[in-house]
């Protein structure tokens, strides 16, 4: 039975999505990536975006962001130079977190998961999630019976609704991954489609 059948209730969903420095050359590798934007909402039983949270991120290792990094992400040099570290930005985060409990840690795949864990692990300083982790885009394709892993754009386009803000970017994903819950937790389904494998 898909883990979302069998899903325990939550009163709120932390839905987190980061950017983080990249190449398309290699020159950063994926052990040296670091957050440059961090986006997060809160979404209760009801499926609505209750809170968020977003801050850019200055990176330590990899200070100039790569030209391929630009173009996917839309954040600009300045943004990054211009944001605090990510022990600050923790330091911020920990405290908007700290009044929803009784959470679930969502993230669209386990790479947003990764890569909080790796960065916490490089500044030496205690993860502030501690709650349950839950890959909304498996649970996605297995709740609604579909053939495959669809990616976030492609997702929210299979549902019928609109990508809402600039993808790749942390808090307009989140907030369509947001968008996408109630097809994980709730009871909505995506409209039938012949040939789905083919789409």
């Given at each position: 039975m898909p883990e979302a059948m069998t899903e325990p209730a939550f009163s709120h969903y932390l839905v987190i999505d980061f950017e983080a420095t990249c190449c398309d050359r290699g020159t950063v590798p994926r052990r040296e990536m670091e957050i440059i934007e961090f986006g997060a909402v809160i979404v209760d039983a009801e499926?609505?975006?209750v809170d968020e949270f977003q801050r850019f991120v200055r990176p330590q290792r990899h200070q100039t962001l790569t030209?391929?990094?630009v173009a996917l992400t839309s954040i600009a040099q300045s943004d990054v130079d211009a944001a605090p570290t990510f022990p600050e930005c923790l330091a911020e985060f920990a405290p908007w977190l700290r009044p929803y409990r009784d959470v679930a840690f969502c993230s669209w795949g386990?790479?947003?998961r990764d890569q909080l864990q790796q960065d916490c692990e490089y500044h030496r300083i205690p993860n502030p999630v501690s709650a349950p982790h839950r890959n909304v885009k498996r649970l996605f394709s297995e709740r609604q019976q579909l053939p495959k892993k669809y990616g976030l754009a492609q997702a929210v386009a299979r549902v019928g609704a609109r990508f809402v803000g600039t993808h790749h970017r942390g808090i307009d994903d989140a907030r369509n991954i947001a968008a996408l819950l109630p097809f994980v937790f709730g009871d909505a389904r995506?409209?039938?489609v012949v040939a789905e494998s083919a789409s």
């Open positions: 499926f609505r975006i030209p391929f990094c386990d790479y947003d995506v409209p039938s």
